[in-house]
């Protein structure tokens, strides 16, 4: 990639743009470049010593082990039950931004609530109520909507927050203001913090608010800078030096992420009133947490969960490849009027996302007879069993359900999500042996349906074994090329491609073949195939072959030549860094691999970003671990979560960003893999976590 391309370019402008303060935080977590340097948080992975305490028995409320043992114990409950009394908390129509408000302190909140006018774009509030007595708000004419839900005084602001995350209250924002009604009156006995709580409280708002002008400013930042994670007042932003007696909670908070802390990359936005995009607070919902997770509150200035959570959100904001900045580090202004993108106005992705498409969620006759009666996916996905300490199995789904794609409103839903979600397509694995077709039935479902949602075709064209893996052991369906011809396969797909809701690329229909090499002379064949759409009026092919190596029966660059490039399938051709076993307590019997996630995604980007070939489109995958096809011999990577998905996923639309719009494709592995865990779909332990971080790359 050269040196002079527009995204280069524009990486320079932003980085030159931006105060000598936040110029080094940028180096450390903005652009591609910084997204793909080596972590140096995955110490299981890498061999960095362990800390002192690592190990040793903890009984703070928020513990990894205690927790562990609570989510083995059923559902847990994730905020206030009494929140549903009046129906769904969804709003059916919300706006980009939402301001969280969280009282305790009524008598402050006229004052708060009428600053919220100088927002120059709708919004909707949320506000948490834990002063024990009736609110009315009156809120400023751009307010859309309100929502007042009661908590107890526990948590301080943090568990009403996490509460309204866990309950997907904000999973439709691209922006959030979080703020509340803070005194700290604690402040005033300590000398060496500077300034009473109320001027603290005032400082903190004058900087997030005081003009429609300067949140204007703010809102323009983080439409001009798809790495601006959060954005507080000044002398806000604290380091490791500020970790007080909460480094050890935070760690254990962050296990449940499987996240490793750098303990000195601490940076932070004190006060818990910033600016961040979404995914920063909608990611928490990860963190499985409930109110048992906090103490009883007593007044307590240090050490404890919601102190730990406070520096958490820092840490993971990073991890998502975001910067913390405050509000003197953001430049002027690169792009007048960017701010009025968040008025409810239609985005473009900044790139073309395609998941994977599995249709194994219906009963088959074939399935029927190798695996028993009424088999699917969902029969290997409730069988999972966990093979370390806190690994989270089974996986299950979360508001879709354990669904059936013989039913059109599933594939509807699916679709909604989705295109929410900034997918512009799926492309469906599509398995055809020998002139057989299996699984078809969803897909040819969907054209006989009009659901208004792209799709292309990707031949799944391995043989189906009973290891799941495709290879040539115990066969029970194969590939036979010599008894029909793979030239014949484009004469069973071709009313696929006649569809106008075909996915295209400039006008040519995109279709991938995941073996090429297992097929003589490939690129005969895929001469044949262009001549015969030419011939049956389809127009021209994009043909793509699926990049899985040599091992796999993929195709190297001499023997691609004549198709129009390849995609990047995830975890195929990418680092398959080990895990340390014994810290991680993992099964005795375990004969498998467990490997890192992180270094993966970055290493994978830092190629992206170093050599993207001009025809390869690359790929990222959600998660992998197929414990619930192969439990004992499972492969699982260790360190996924939401938000090292997002950094992976930001660097790839990055490498693409130089491309004309039409090329900008980057596939995801997958939205419904449900047995191998690479899923967009949301599931129980994540919510929607995983669309939401692409939904954030993609209108970033």
Known sequence: MLEGTPARRTAGRVKRGLSRRLAPALERTEGVRRQVAPRKHAYRVLGRPLPR???????????????????????????????????DLRLADPSRVAVLLHVHFPELVDDLVAQLAVIPVPIDLIVTNSSGSPLHV????????????????????????????????????????????KKSAWRDTHADLGGSGSAWRDALLGQLLDSAKNVEEILTAFRSNPALGVVTADGSVLGPEFWGD???????????????????????AAGSMYWCRGIVLQGLR????????????????????????????????????????????????????????????SLRPRARFVPFYLPQFHPTAENDAWWGHGFTEWTNVTSARPV?????????????????????????????????????????????????RLLSRPVEALLASDLDFPFCLMWANENWTRSWDGNSRDVLLGQDYYRVPPEQFIDDVAEFLADPRYLTVDGRKVLAVYRPGQMQNFAAVAKNWRAEARRRGLGELFLLHVDVGHAMQGLDREAARGLDGSLGFAPHNMLWAGAEHATLGVHGKFGGNVLSYPAMADDA???????????HYPGAIVRFDNTARRQLKSDVWYGSNPYVFRRWVAALATAVADRDPEQRLVFINAWNEWAEAAVLE???????????????????
């Open 53 to 87: 305490d690592y190990g040793l028995p903890f009984y703070a409320p928020a513990g990894f082990d205690a927790w562990v043992e609570r989510t083995a114990q059923g559902r847990p409950t994730l905020f206030p039950t009494a929140w549903r009394a009046d129906g």
């Open 138 to 181: 009156r809120p400023p004419a751009n307010v859309r909507h309100v929502r007042v839900l009661d908590v107890d005084n526990h948590g301080r602001d943090i568990w009403p927050t996490v509460a309204v995350v866990n309950a997907g209250l904000l999973d439709p924002y691209l922006l959030v203001l979080k703020v509340h009604t």
């Open 246 to 268: 909460n480094e050890r909670n935070t760690r254990e908070l962050a296990r449940r992420l499987e996240v490793d802390l750098d303990d000195e990359a601490l940076r932070f």
């Open 286 to 345: 990860s963190l499985g947490m409930t109110d048992l997770d906090f103490e009883p509150e007593a007044g307590q200035v240090n050490a404890t969960t919601a102190h730990a959570v406070e520096r958490l959100i820092g840490v993971l904001t990073s991890e998502a490849g975001l910067v913390t900045a405050e509000r003197s580090e953001l430049p002027d202004p690169a792009i007048d009027g960017a701010w009025e993108q968040f008025d409810g106005r």
């Open 388 to 436: 370390y300490h806190g690994h989270h199995q089974p996986r299950l789904p979360g508001e879709l359900g354990f669904y059936d794609l013989r039913m059109d409103e599933v594939r509807e839903q699916q679709a909604g999500l989705a295109s929410w979600g900034g997918v512009e397509g799926f492309m469906y694995y599509y398995y055809w042996f020998a002139g057989k």
């Open 605 to 615: 980007a830092r190629r992206a970003w170093e050599d993207l070939a001009p025809d």
């Open 682 to 700: 949301p599931d129980d332990r994540n919510g929607a976590g995983y669309l939401l971080a692409l939904r954030d790359v993609a209108f970033s």
